[in-house]
């Protein structure tokens, strides 16, 4: 039951290699879509990272991240961020951080 209950709050899942300059906005997906952007990227090694703007280890390691996808996304490494956030803190908090 609270693996189910965390699917259901699961705001933001960014697929970090886009190749755009700037993520797309934040929004609102469940556990289904979350696998089917997992399953696009089969035969791909495929981080999936679980964070929140309110958790201080998660913005330290949020450039982190981000460095090691561009370094290694040639090499076929796609880095899924998945944010925490409640709905209501997506305009305020979410979407000013990815940007």
């Known amino acids: 039951m609270a693996a189910r209950f965390l699917w259901t709050i699961v705001m ?3 697929v970090l290699n886009s ?3 700037s993520p797309e906005p934040a929004r609102l997906v469940n556990a289904r879509e979350i696998k089917e952007l997992i399953a696009h990227h089969e035969g791909k090694v495929v981080l ?3 964070w929140a703007t309110w958790c201080p280890p998660c913005l330290v390691e949020f450039p982190e991240i981000v460095a090691l996808e561009k ?3 040639d090499r076929g ?3 899924i961020s998945v944010s925490t956030d409640p709905p209501e803190r997506v305009e305020t908090d979410l979407n000013p ?3």
């Open 12 to 14: 933001s899942a960014m």
């Open 19 to 21: 190749g755009r300059s």
């Open 48 to 50: 999936l990272n679980f």
């Open 71 to 73: 370094t290694y996304r």
């Open 77 to 79: 490494l796609v880095v």
């Open 97 to 99: 951080f990815l940007q």
